[in-house]
């Protein structure tokens, strides 16, 4: 805990959040010799020693992995509610919201944010994504390509870790990866089929965050091989996979350069009017409701997307009245999303002689395939595929026994089972936003969000076209039991926020620079999933992580020139 007498609260770089890209901004600084303060509104959760449940069976949880109706009673908002992870959940009454259109807004309050609850898929984005904007006329042009952030993919994947292979596809460029997960014998077969009847379509091992051959690097960061134990988001004793805290927090703390600060909700980022630059962040401690001031050269925004709208359009002045960096008037417009609306499953009656063994953390992954070359479909954009097959096995239970014993030893298996999920491109519009409310505030005093997102048109003919192609290929593949639906849920469902403070050449309709600068306040930087121009189909935290990086190595350079 810091010291809170005035001249130990100024710092050489404050970065807000200590999530996936706030990690990344915290170590990157820190290398560099920063004296770097992270004001994080969660509680401090150490590597291993805070996992209450990492390595506990079934018969160790109190309710088998359910949560009871009482306990429900304080997380009405929260998905995900399982008993082995509550203590990640939020509680209502932490940060209500205004739902002005239905809007899941998962969250996750505590050191290392949700890289303690993410699935760690890990996609590169390719120039198809990066050039989507300019090439078919929605939203504005990208300032960066492939090229600016390729060595800084590198960079992070090597410290990371990453699982997967080199497909060698253009629309999905190769990751720097360690040995892949095997994938089961139904998703073979299944890519055997995609690759034979649909031409340009490709069925590989999604790339994901862990570490299945570790290199000195993660050596040095004490972490471990992958276990297959698939119990990952009650957090990981082996450090396998990446997250905040078991990897770039206590690289940036063995440094001596960081300092944390648990309980500080970030109010406002303040300005000084007559330097013409940030000087600090307004803070209001979560435990006793006092506000303090820290001060530093650079601030790193990285509270997830909303929360980083949300920070700067509360940071107002006489230069900002309305948020700060927000003189193009976009600030909090063009919030986008990922379409995750279709879901479809199907059976497989082959492959008697097989079942699956041990447990796979990951999943396979249809890359995009729609109007990637040209513009061939009603709709804009694309999709990606997640793939997952196994063999449903059960155990008749009604007895006790030495026939329970037995039957819980050899279950009767089913069919194969294989499950599609789409990862859609939303486009960005100006409807979709959020704002601050006028009147309604939460405990700390801080204007609630009010979040206005809906579906478009665009989404709901990829919808469409994601069901058709899903029976298509599960027919081909002489499936049966297909079925393939719009779940219908809400804009939000899939986790990746994005936008709001988007990047782009033109001050005008953007609000940062190809660094990631705001454009009119240049010691503030914004590099968490705010700040993108457009949505990818890919997963998005491996872009936020590195394009962080890479702010965070241009902001040093700017420092030392003395120019910031
Ligand atoms: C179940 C699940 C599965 C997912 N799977 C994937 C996946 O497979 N691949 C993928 O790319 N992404 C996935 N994601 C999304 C991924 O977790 C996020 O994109 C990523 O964590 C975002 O990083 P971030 O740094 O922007 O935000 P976070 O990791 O959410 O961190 C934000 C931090 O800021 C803090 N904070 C917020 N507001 C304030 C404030 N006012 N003051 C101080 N601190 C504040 C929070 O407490 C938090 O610690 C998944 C998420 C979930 C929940």
Redesign the pocket.
Known sequence: MPDDSTNKRTYDAIV????????WAAKELCDYGLKTLI????RYVEHIKDYPTASKAPWELEHRGTVSMEQRKDYQGAR?LREETLHWALKDDEQPFVQEKPFRW??????????L??????QRWSDYDFEGPVRDGFAIDWPIRYKDIAPWYTHVEKFAGIAGNKDGLPELPDSEVMPGFEMSCIESYFKESIEKNFPGRHLIQAR?AHITDPQAIHEQQGRHKCQNQAMC?RGCVYGSYFS?NASTIPWALKTGNLTIRPH????SIIYDEKKGRASGVR?IDGQNKEMIEFYAKIIFV????L??N??LLNSVSSRFPNGLGNDSGLLGKYISWHNYRGKANAQYEGFKDKKTDGRNPSNSYIPRFRNILKQEMEFLRGYAIGIGGGRGSGANTDMIGDQLRENLLNPVLGNWNISSWMMGECVPLEKNHVRLHSDLKDKYG?PQLVVSCEWSENDDKMVEDYINQSKEMFEKAGFINIKAEDTKSPPGSD??EMGGVRMGNDPKTSLLNKWNQLHSCNNVFVT??ACMTSTGT?????T?MAVTARAADYAVGEMKKLNL
């Open positions: 807000i959040g200590s999530g996936a890209s706030g990690g004001l994080e509104r969660g995900f998962v969250r996750g309050y505590h050191m290392g944010g949700k890289s609850m993410w699935a760690r898929q890990t994901c988001n905040s500080a909700v970030v109010h803070i990285n509270a997830s997307a929360n980083s949300a920070i801080i986790i990746h968490d999933g890919q997963n998005p935290t491996l936020y």
